[in-house]
């Protein structure tokens, strides 16, 4: 993912009024932002903990989502999977999260789901090593595949949102 400063952040978002988009709070620590290692940008509001930003990098631009979160997380005695990273090893917090989509479709109260980590700690679940079952495979390559999958996941559910191919 390319750096955006905090005006393109503001910018991408495509869900949310304008006004709403220029009083939102950025992420916190958003200077030290490793950004290659990112295959999109997410933070909880500390004001609204059941409310979530994500900006995720597509061809067309940057596309900035406001999410709100379940009243409650899936969190049980199984570790529940998160849709966008897939990891099931952790045992944290994953909430459904919802968007409301784009355009006149938001305004008519359409929405869009995922079961997504409650912190957005996607980029670092994708990037650990492999559990040990997969010890004679390429340790490497799957941390690759992990990666990519996640950054396609991430791009499907801009697209869902926005309701155009992006």
Not at 8 to 23: G, L, P, T
Not at 55 to 60: G, M, Q, Y
Not at 89 to 101: E, G, I, K, Q, T
């Amino acid at each position: 993912m390319e750096s955006l400063t905090p005006q393109e952040i503001r910018e991408s978002f495509v869900n949310c009024s304008r006004a709403d988009a220029a009083e939102l709070p950025l992420p916190p620590g958003l200077h030290e932002v490793d950004w290659a290692r990112r295959e999109y940008l997410g933070w909880r509001d500390p004001r609204l903990p059941q409310r979530g930003y994500v900006v995720i990098p597509t061809e067309s631009g940057a596309v900035g989502i406001v999410l709100r979160a379940s009243e409650a997380s899936m969190r049980s005695h199984q570790p529940t999977m998160c849709g966008w990273c897939q990891d099931v090893h952790l045992v944290r917090d994953v909430y459904f999260w919802s968007a409301r989509r784009a355009g006149e479709a938001g305004r008519k109260g359409d929405t869009v789901g995922a079961l997504v980590c409650g912190s957005f700690e996607c980029t670092e679940n994708v990037r650990r090593t492999p559990p040990t079952h997969y010890v004679g495979f390429d340790a490497d390559r799957v941390v690759d595949d992990q990666i990519a999958g996640l950054g396609e996941r991430v791009r499907r559910f801009a697209q869902a949102v926005v309701g155009a191919r992006i």
